[in-house]
């Protein structure tokens, strides 16, 4: 029997063996805190233990698990709330009581809990890796498909059961492979954590992730399947916007991540989503949710695993053919977490004590995400948004500026813009995304045929501002010509009224795309009307006394969701003042 | 069970080795005798085969490699609790120092605590009124929030940290459940005394548990500090249902304290030379904030830092800023124009806030106003900005209003005196005032409803004068 050498810390060392792989999960002394092989020499094997170290001895036992660090798959995921290392939080609450103690070893899922099964194979049937056999609902909103693992050789069905209610462990389906082996399939399969699971192709990325957040939708698409990255110091409001993106995306189904991040701020997703109601499927949002939560006090190795436990739910549930959006909040705890590791193995620092594979491991993350089809036939996705808290505010920090490169979309968050409580407080300027081109056509046949170029020409109002605020900024506006004022103004109405978006106000906080266009064009009639009449030699001072800026500015919270017929007495009111203007 | 080690193969710092031990812990405690019979603590900091790693509390100095015997504890460092600890006096390793004798434990716990299961906590809501205009209507503090403040050396943050004990309206019934611990780390000794003075002046002094650390007291004592006061919290707060307010004073001191402690174990340093693991341990300290299902009391944090040369991005306010909800930030600039208390308002914030404020808990226009003052004072600062560049009597007509708002803001509602109480009627009707200042369109993040019912140029008038 192998015992431990060395403490320090979450790193715990072995000596002598030969026994224990790369990878594999590890059992450390007499409590048995889970752990994982992370190096291995000549001399010594060294593991990081996911759990508190305090009393730990040299001399006590420890034993390899003969797995690499898995996930266990089934049914009885969503709704849940799991630890780094993919413990029940709820079940370990009843266990030790309000504080987490070291050792406790419970499955994952419910094992009592019974599922209404249906079989959906029939004896002499052909079974391939990833295809469906038997499917039972898991929430009311999704249906739960339990598919032969990527990892099995397939074969012919010998028995099936009959439908009716299974617990996770019972056996359903019984298959042969051409070898003559046979296999027992239950509800529930395990996947190793840190291996992305394989898809028959990779489709094109052509479908934006609806969030109902304007400067998203409208400036800044984010595809499904994609990637984007939600950088911003403290308190600019990146756990803010992730939280309104899982409440309103369109994804069936948000793995929530909180790694590294404040336990309040998790008790707060599972209080409100348990009471907020999803206006399309009229269920809670925790029907859709599963919540992955290492706080900034639970031990820093599961942190690092943590990241590594969402991607996995979220790539099992696109096999069964569900889009799946991933709150990362945040990637940056998950990088200091190997800092810190990697700083206990004593390996030489790259930049900032950062290890040297940083860019490796957060690339590798990122390429997760995907829009695929499936082993099992059918489409499924992954879109990963991570937040990212760069140190000292700096966005030239490593884990910003690596990240950058394996994201498409940026949303810079900006502290003037936090300061002066414009949410969401992403820099139009600084942000970016790859996906525009990609989704034209999307936005094209599904909202209307000059969506594109409406979008342009109000980024373009943006983009002339920032210019002339150069001037502003020396000058004052009471110098600029009227036809630039006219344009400040309109910037101001965009920035205001369009982009600023109220969270906590029951129209606002979701707007779907329809109104944000028909918002988009009223601006533009007003910029072009405006612009005449500053032609026919109107003044700013007579135009702004309309008071039909100040009503745009307010049309957010004017004109409710469901009435966007209100938007035709809105143009015509600004065409017949305008005109009437002389 | 216990044996005794005598003699040591190595001193290094605060650290010492010894060889040939077996059955010892990771984190355990040991006493460390000296042949003049004095006593040292030690924790195990690392173990390695037969060897052994201990930092000792109170320094190496005089130890040598024969003159000590060593006896394990068996078990981490744990502190003697019971409710007598009310009024109380102890050194930041948890001893008494007050020369009132021991305490005679209920039970004893572990001082580095346990992660909070997310499950189990309550999402805080509870709002606590300070008395102070800027806390309350802009940083609004929670019950079970942890809210540091961060300073720098010579401002107020000692004052106001006194102000909102004294007026923090935090208990249940008569002030009955209401305590204060007190944390100091590395402080001066004329600082833990005009906390002593304010709190026996406030009456409050026999619901204070005092953990003192004072700057010349050992390094390697100041990270226990703040874990023996925040064990000490937590049994108040959820095992006798009290609301505990924790001012932990001064953070950038434990930071400090933790970075020689790891360079003297030559460890790799992340950025400044602070060690890679601050964040965690940071948040080990910071997430012991809350309030727990199924028990009445509640922990709340106010942690005072001193940002180094007034910097908001080195690391310790950085990260504390990452852990924290929310920061109220002081400013050097206010504080030198007689402003007190110098709340920097635009960097300061309180994440709670949302959902412990509006109707039923404030009033119901208080995000309203929270918002609009917020954004008008940040155009005041665009409108300085400006004046500065092209002179005040160049600018047009709004930006006036907003220099003036400015002013008005800064002299008539962030100032207040040190004993100055105001309710949170009178601190939003005050907001309301101000903002009654500046012409109604500029006011975009209040809607009709609240503007026909709170803007009045004239009320504006009577409390501000004219121009």
């Not at chain 1, 019984?174 to 996947?191: A, F, H, V, Y």
């Not at chain 2, 006593?39 to 390695?48: D, K, N």
């Not at chain 2, 809210?147 to 940290?161: C, E, M, V």
């Not at chain 2, 909102?164 to 208990?171: C, D, E, H, S, Y």
Request: glycine share 8%.
């Amino acid at each position: 029997m192998n015992t431990i050498y060395s403490v320090n810390g979450p790193v715990v060392k072995v000596r002598n063996t030969r026994d224990f792989s790369m990878l594999e999960t590890v059992y450390a002394g007499k409590k048995r805190l889970i752990g994982e092989v992370i190096g291995i020499t000549e001399e010594f094997t060294t593991v990081q233990v996911y759990e508190g170290t305090s009393g730990l001895m040299p001399g006590e036992p420890i034993e390899p698990a003969g797995t690499p660090m898995s996930a266990l798959l089934g049914p009885g995921i969503l709704s849940n709330i799991f630890d780094g290392i993919e413990r029940p939080l709820k079940r370990l609450e009843q266990i030790s009581g309000a504080f987490i103690n070291d050792g406790s070893d419970v499955s994952p899922l419910d094992t009592e809990r019974e599922f209404d099964v249906t079989v959906t194979v029939r004896p002499g049937d052909t079974l391939e890796a990833g295809q469906i056999y038997a499917t039972c609902p898991e929430t009311p909103l999704i249906t739960h498909k339990c598919m032969l693992s990527p990892l099995s050789k397939g074969g012919e069905v010998i028995t099936a059961a009959a439908n009716g209610r299974y617990k996770i462990n019972d056996t359903v389906v019984t298959i042969r492979n051409k070898d003559g082996e046979t296999e027992e399939l239950t509800l529930c399969q395990r996947w190793p954590i840190r291996t992305p699971r394989p898809a028959a192709e990779r489709l094109p990325i052509n479908r934006p992730l609806i969030t109902g957040q304007r400067i998203v939708d409208t400036i800044l698409p984010v595809a499904k399947g994609g990637t984007a990255a939600i950088p911003g110091g403290f308190g600019t409001g990146k756990t803010m916007t992730q939280h309104q993106l899982a409440k309103w995306c369109d994804a069936d189904i948000i793995v929530y991540i909180g790694c590294g991040e404040r336990g309040n701020e998790m008790t707060q997703v599972l209080e409100e989503f348990s009471q907020l109601i999803d206006p399309k499927t009229d269920r809670p949002l925790t029907d859709r949710t599963v919540l992955i939560a290492n706080t900034s006090n639970m031990p820093v190795a599961a942190r690092e695993a943590s990241i590594y436990t969402g991607i996995t739910l979220a790539e099992y549930y696109r096999d069964m053919g569900y889009h799946i959006a991933i709150m990362a909040d945040s990637t940056s705890r998950w990088a200091e977490a190997l800092r810190e590791i990697s700083g206990r193995l004593e390996e030489m620092p790259a930049e900032e004590g950062f290890p040297a594979y940083l860019p490796s491991r957060l690339s590798e993350f990122y390429e997760r995400a995907g829009y695929v089809r499936t082993l099992g036939g059918s489409e499924g996705s992954v879109t990963i948004i991570g937040a990212v808290s760069p140190q000292g505010s700096d966005f030239s920090e490593p884990v910003t500026q690596n990240t950058k490169r394996f994201v498409r979309c940026f949303w810079a968050l900006d502290k003037s813009l936090a300061y002066a409580r414009h949410y969401p407080a992403i820099n139009w300027n600084q942000s970016y995304s790859e996906y525009v081109e990609d989704l034209a056509d999307y936005y094209k046949e599904n909202v209307r045929d000059d969506f594109m170029e409406v979008r342009q020409e109000i980024s373009n109002i943006l983009v002339e501002e920032n210019t002339l605020m150069e001037i502003v900024k020396l000058m004052g506006t009471d110098v600029l010509p009227d036809d630039q004022k006219l344009l400040i103004e309109t910037a101001r109405i965009v920035r205001v009224g369009f982009l600023q978006q109220n969270a906590y106000h029951k129209d606002d906080t979701y707007v779907p795309l329809e109104k944000q266009y028909l918002m988009m064009k009223a601006i533009l009639t007003l910029y072009s009307e405006a612009k005449q009449a500053v032609s026919r030699g109107v003044g700013m001072n007579t135009i702004m006394a309309t008071g039909l800026f100040e009503k745009l500015v307010k049309m957010k919270y004017d004109i409710p969701n469901d009435r966007l017929e209100m938007f035709d007495d809105y143009e015509k009111e600004i065409k017949s003042v305008m005109s009437a203007l002389a | 069970m216990s044996v005794k080690y005598i003699g040591l193969s190595e001193i290094n710092g605060p650290l010492v080795a010894l060889e040939n031990v077996s059955g010892v812990g990771y984190d355990e405690m040991a006493k460390i005798k000296l042949s003049d019979g004095s006593e040292r603590l030690a924790r195990v900091v690392e173990l390695s085969g037969d060897k052994a790693v201990l930092q000792v509390f109170e320094g190496t100095k005089g130890l040598s490699l024969t003159n000590t015997e060593i006896r394990f504890e068996g078990k981490p460092m744990e502190l003697p609790l019971s409710p007598e600890i009310l009024g109380r006096i102890f050194s930041g390793a948890g001893r008494p120092i007050d020369g009132l004798g021991e305490i005679y434990p209920e039970k004893t716990a572990d001082i580095n605590g346990k992660p909070l299961n997310p499950v189990s906590r309550t999402y805080p809501r509870n709002y606590i009124n300070t008395g102070i205009s800027s806390i309350d209507a802009l940083t609004t503090l929670i019950r079970g929030q942890k809210l540091p403040i961060f300073s720098g050396s010579g401002l107020s943050h000692n004052k106001l940290a006194v102000q909102i004990v004294r007026q923090a309206k935090i208990a249940d019934k008569n002030g009955e459940d209401f305590a204060v611990v007190f944390g100091a780390m590395g402080v001066k000794n004329d600082v833990a005394d005009y906390f002593k003075r304010c709190f026996e002046e406030t009456g409050v002094l026999k619901k204070v548990v005092m953990f003192l650390n004072l700057s010349n007291d050992p390094i390697i004592e100041r990270i226990l500090t703040p874990r023996c006061a925040l064990t000490a919290a937590e049994y108040l707060a959820f095992e006798h249902n009290m609301h505990i307010l924790v001012i932990l004073t001064d953070m950038t001191s434990y930071a400090e304290a933790l970075r020689e402690f790891s360079s003297s174990k030559g460890e790799i340093p992340g950025r400044k030379g602070y060690p890679g693991y601050l964040y965690s341990d940071l948040a080990s300290l910071y997430e012991r904030a809350g309030i727990i299902e199924g028990s009445s009391g509640s922990v709340t944090q106010i942690p005072i830092l001193t940002m180094p040369n007034d910097d908001i991005t080195h690391p310790v306010p950085d990260l504390t800023g990452y852990i924290t909800e929310g920061q109220i930030v002081l400013d050097r600039n206010l504080d030198s124009t007689g402003i007190y208390p110098p709340v920097s308002v635009l960097p300061s914030l309180s994440r709670l806030m949302k959902d412990g404020i509006g109707e039923g808990y404030t009033r119901e226009d208080h995000q309203m106003v929270a918002n609009q003052l917020f954004a008008a004072y940040a155009k005041v600062q665009d409108a300085r900005a400006l004046a500065s560049v092209i002179g005040e009597e160049e600018l047009s007509e709004s930006d006036k209003a907003y220099i003036r708002f400015g002013v008005l803001f800064e002299n008539k509602f962030l100032k207040q005196g040190f004993d100055e109480n105001r309710t949170i009627e009178q601190t939003l009707d005050l907001g309301w005032a101000l903002l009654s200042t500046l012409p109604k369109a500029e006011l975009d993040r209040v809607d009709e409803e609240h503007l026909e019912k709170y803007y009045s140029a004239e009320k504006a008038k009577d409390i501000f004068g004219e121009e």
